[in-house]
C-alpha cells in the first residue's frame, strides 16, 4: 500500500499581491482536482512575501500584510527576510502575532536560545500512521542579523542536522526542508546532512522547472520569484517502509490571465484600509515640486541630505539618490506620499572622514559603472549620484573616471584632504561592494537604529525645515529660492544661516552650467 501526497508552495513574492490572488486561484483548482484523486494536500510558503515596495506594507512596516498571508490559508511558511532584515526585530514580533499558521526558523535565535516568540523550529503532520516532519531556516544574510538585531543565528549545517535528527526522534518518517537560504546554501547542507527527503526552496529566486534530483533521490524545487509560478511536489510514501517511492516537480505559470481570488482581494482591501489610517495623515503643504534626479542635484536629494545633516548634527551629509523612490508634487504632503517618495529603510550613520576620503567618496559617485547600476535592494532605482548637504562639487564628465572633479567646497571653503570631517550618511553608502566609500577610509562609523526614510523625514518636517530646491527647466537650475513647509499646529523656523550655504551651491551649480556643454554631457553634477 502506499500513500499519494501533494505539496503546493509559493517563494518570494516579494509583495506582488494581485499574483497571490492569481496563485490561490490555481491552488484551489489543483487542490481541489488532487484531493478528488485522494492524494494528501499541504501548502506552504518559503519566505519573503511581503515587499517594503508595496503601499500598506511600507505604512505598516508589513503589519497589514498579515492580512493577505492569513487569506492565503499555508500550512506553513518559512520565515524569510522581508520584515526582519527591512523594519527590525519589533515589527517582526507583531506580524508573527497576527499570522495564524506556524511560522518556522530553526535558526532565527540568539546562539543557544530558543527562536524568537511566534517562531517554531520544527513541526509534524500526522496522517495515520504517515508522519511528515517540516523544518525550516532562513538566510543568515552575511551576519546582518547579529549586526541589525543583535541575533547569533547558528551555523547552517549542524543547526539543520540537529532538526533532523529531533524530527526522526519524535518520529516522522519524512522530512521535508522547507528553506529560505538559497539554492547553493541547501545543496551544501544536503551534502552534509543524510536524511533530508525533500527541500522546498526560496531565497535565491532560483526556478527548477522538473526540480534537481541528488544522487541520493533527494529533490529540491524552488518556483522563481515574484509569483511567477506555483510550485508544486508529488510524492508518494510506501506505508510498511515509511520511504518515498516516486516524486514529481512541476510548475504552474501564473498571469494576467488567470482569474484574482476573491478572498485575496478582500484581504487586499482590508491591508490597505488599514495601513490607510495611516497614510491620509496630513504631513505638511509644499508650494513647490520635490523633485527626483538620479543624475543631477534635486529638490528631495537636497533636502533629505539636509535633514540626515540636522539629524546627526554635522556640517557635511551624504546620500544615495537611489533611496529615494518618487518625487512629490507641490501642494499638500500626506504620510503616502513620503512612504512612495522614500520607502527604503535606512541607518543614519556617521563617520569621520578625511577630506581625501570625501573627494575619493564623490568621484566614485560620478563613475557610471555605479551610480547606473540597478541593484535589486533599490527596488527599480539606480544607485544614482550622491546628493549631498553642506558639500559644492564642480565636475566635469568629459574627463577620464577618477579625475572629473575641479573642485570641492566644505561651507564656502574649499576641501582640506587632510583634515577630518564628520560627514552624515546612510549605511548604503558604506557597503562596500556597491556603495561610494571604501571599507578603508572610515575612520569612525556609530549607527543609529534603523529607520524608514519617510518616518525619518516626517519626523524631520514635524520639527521645523525649510525646503530648499532649484525649479528646474531642461535639467539646469533657472531659479533659486527657499519654499516654507507649512504644518499644522507647527511653527515655521527660518534657518537662514544654514541656507545660505545652498545658495552657494546654486551659484557653482550655475557656473558648471555655462561652463560645459550640457547637451553633450547630461549627467552633469554639481551639488
Not at 535565535?109 to 530558543?114: A, L, Q, S, W
Request: glycine share 8%; aromatic share 10%.
Amino acid at each position: 500500500m502506499k500513500r499519494d501526497f501533494t505539496v503546493f508552495f509559493t517563494a518570494d513574492i516579494h509583495g506582488r499581491d494581485r499574483a497571490s490572488a492569481r496563485i490561490f486561484t490555481i491552488y484551489k483548482r489543483e487542490r481541489e482536482k488532487a484531493e478528488k484523486e485522494g492524494r494528501t494536500c499541504l501548502f506552504f510558503d518559503s519566505g519573503d512575501s511581503a515587499d517594503r515596495s508595496l503601499d500598506y506594507c511600507g505604512l505598516t512596516k508589513c503589519r497589514a500584510y498579515t492580512h493577505v498571508l492569513n487569506a492565503m490559508t499555508y500550512d506553513a511558511q518559512t520565515v524569510g527576510n522581508d520584515i526582519g532584515l527591512v523594519y527590525g526585530l519589533p515589527p517582526l514580533l507583531e506580524s508573527l502575532k497576527r499570522i495564524e499558521y506556524p511560522v518556522l526558523g530553526a535558526n532565527f535565535r540568539d546562539g543557544e536560545n530558543p527562536p524568537i516568540p511566534g517562531i517554531t523550529e520544527r513541526l509534524i503532520f500526522t496522517y495515520g500512521r504517515v508522519k511528515i516532519g517540516v523544518f525550516g531556516m532562513t538566510n543568515r544574510w552575511n551576519n546582518a542579523y547579529e549586526r541589525v538585531m543583535g541575533l547569533r543565528f547558528p551555523e547552517e549545517v549542524s543547526c539543520a542536522a540537529e532538526q533532523v535528527r529531533r524530527l526522526k526522534e519524535e518520529g516522522a518518517q519524512i522530512v521535508i526542508f522547507l528553506s529560505h537560504m538559497g539554492i547553493a546554501e541547501e545543496i551544501e547542507i544536503l551534502f552534509e546532512t543524510q536524511e533530508i527527503d525533500l527541500i522546498i526552496g526560496g531565497h535565491s529566486h532560483t526556478s527548477t522547472p522538473a526540480g534537481l534530483l541528488n544522487n541520493r533521490g533527494v529533490l529540491i524545487h524552488h518556483c522563481g520569484q515574484y509569483g511567477e509560478n506555483l510550485g508544486r511536489v508529488d510524492f508518494s510514501i510506501d506505508d510498511e517502509t515509511g520511504q518515498i517511492i516516486s516524486r514529481e516537480a512541476r510548475l504552474y505559470p501564473v498571469d494576467e490571465t488567470i482569474e484574482e481570488a476573491p478572498e485575496i482581494l478582500l484581504a487586499i482591501q482590508s491591508a490597505r484600509e488599514e495601513a490607510d489610517i495611516i497614510g491620509k495623515k496630513h504631513l505638511g503643504i509644499t508650494p513647490v515640486d520635490l523633485d527626483l534626479d538620479y543624475w543631477n542635484q534635486c529638490a528631495l536629494g537636497n533636502f533629505a541630505a539636509d535633514a540626515l545633516s540636522r539629524f546627526t548634527k554635522t556640517d557635511l551629509a551624504i546620500v544615495a539618490g537611489g533611496n529615494l523612490t518618487a518625487p512629490i508634487k507641490r501642494g499638500e504632503i500626506k504620510m503616502r506620499d513620503l512612504s512612495r517618495a522614500c520607502f527604503s529603510t535606512v541607518n543614519p550613520c556617521v563617520s569621520t572622514m578625511t577630506g581625501q576620503a570625501i573627494s575619493v567618496t564623490l568621484e566614485r559617485g560620478l563613475d557610471e559603472d555605479l551610480n547606473r547600476y540597478y541593484h535589486h535592494g533599490l527596488r527599480g532605482a539606480p544607485i544614482g549620484i550622491p546628493q549631498v548637504s553642506g558639500i559644492s562639487v564642480t565636475a566635469d564628465l568629459s574627463r577620464i573616471k577618477g579625475k572629473r572633479i575641479a573642485q570641492i567646497e566644505v561651507n564656502g571653503e574649499p576641501l582640506d584632504k587632510d583634515k577630518k570631517y564628520r560627514v552624515a550618511h546612510t549605511i548604503w553608502k558604506a557597503i562596500n561592494s556597491w556603495g561610494t566609500f571604501r571599507k578603508r577610509i572610515i575612520v569612525w562609523r556609530k549607527s543609529e537604529r534603523k529607520f524608514l526614510w519617510w518616518m525619518f523625514l516626517s519626523a524631520i518636517w514635524k520639527v521645523h525645515l525649510n525646503l530648499t530646491g532649484p525649479k528646474r527647466i531642461g535639467g539646469t537650475s533657472s531659479e533659486r529660492g527657499v519654499a516654507t513647509l507649512f504644518l499644522i499646529n507647527q511653527l515655521c523656523y527660518p534657518l537662514q544661516n544654514f541656507y545660505r550655504r545652498r545658495y552657494e551651491q546654486f551659484q557653482v551649480f550655475q557656473t558648471f552650467v555655462y561652463t560645459h556643454n550640457i547637451a553633450r554631457h547630461r549627467n552633469y553634477v554639481c551639488m
